[in-house]
């Protein structure tokens, strides 16, 4: 069954770090998008990140410029997304998406309707 997994959320502090991971079963990362949203209690979703995995050029929203960093393992079929200096207004539940269309591309888009597969998301609270 193709399933997208995050893991690595949790509690910090004002100014703190954390890495979240995504892997998936089934499925292959190589030559697909990937991407990192994040919604927060009572507000729509948000793309923070996008990268094609097959240029490995990251793309940001203007919020966590500076701040996160995407990386990717190929040998471990995995995404990270390293949240540095993170603040209160990063508190949400972060979600690591798929998109099925396989391709050499350069670039992507933070825009949800592109992704096929979401994991069940993994919760990011920062404390003041």
């Known amino acids: 069954q193709r399933q997208v997994v995050e893991s690595g959320g949790g509690l910090v502090q004002v100014g703190g770090s954390l890495r979240l991971s995504c892997t998936a079963s089934d499925l292959t990362f190589d030559k697909r998008t990937m991407g990192w949203f994040r919604q927060a209690p009572g507000k729509e979703r948000e793309g923070v990140s996008c990268i094609p995995w097959y240029s490995g050029t990251s793309y940001y929203v203007d919020s966590v410029k500076g701040r996160f960093t995407t990386s990717k393992d190929s040998a471990q079929n995995t995404l990270y997304l390293q949240m540095n200096n993170l603040k209160p207004e990063d508190t949400a539940m972060y979600y690591c998406?798929?998109?099925?269309?396989?391709?050499?591309?350069?670039?992507?888009?933070?825009?949800?309707?592109?992704?096929?597969?979401w994991g069940q998301g993994t919760q990011v609270t920062v404390s003041s």
């Open positions: 998406a798929l998109d099925d269309d396989i391709g050499e591309y350069d670039g992507c888009a933070l825009d949800a309707s592109e992704f096929d597969y």
